[in-house]
Nanobody
Framework: QVQPVESGGDLVQPGGSLRLSCLAS????????MTWYRQAPGKQRELVAT???????NYADSVKGRFAISRDTAKNTVYLQMNSLKPEDTAVYFC?????????????WGQGTQVTVSS
């Protein structure tokens, strides 16, 4: 059973930085495509950043140049480094893992971690 667990959310001032972590259990972490999503109050969940199992990355336009996704396979962990934070980055951030085994797709969501950007 794969269960991503997020951590690192906090209250931060505009212009500040945070690093989120997502620990994804399971011996197959190296084949997971890992994605960070976020959901602000009253809004739909949106993709923030994704990193495939082979290291290909993609970012939402709203975070390009400010956020960076990375992974440490030895620690089964994916990170989201967030710099130059803005109030509109306030949201619950979720980690999502997706993988395929024998032509069958699987996925798992974490419970989320709250990021609040406010002075």
């Amino acid at each position: 059973q794969v269960q991503p667990v997020e951590s690192g959310g906090d209250l931060v001032q505009p212009g500040g930085s945070l690093r989120l972590s997502c620990l994804a259990s399971g011996s197959l972490f190296r084949i997971y495509d890992m994605t960070w999503y976020r959901q602000a109050p009253g809004k739909q969940r949106e993709l923030v950043a994704t990193m495939s199992s082979v290291g290909t990355t993609n970012y939402a336009d709203s975070v390009k140049g400010r956020f960076a996704i990375s992974r440490d396979t030895a620690k089964n962990t994916v990170y989201l480094q967030m710099n130059s934070l803005k109030p509109e980055d306030t949201a619950v951030y979720f980690c999502h893992a997706k993988w395929r085994i024998l032509q069958r797709d699987y996925d798992a969501w974490g419970q989320g971690t709250q990021v609040t950007v406010s002075s």
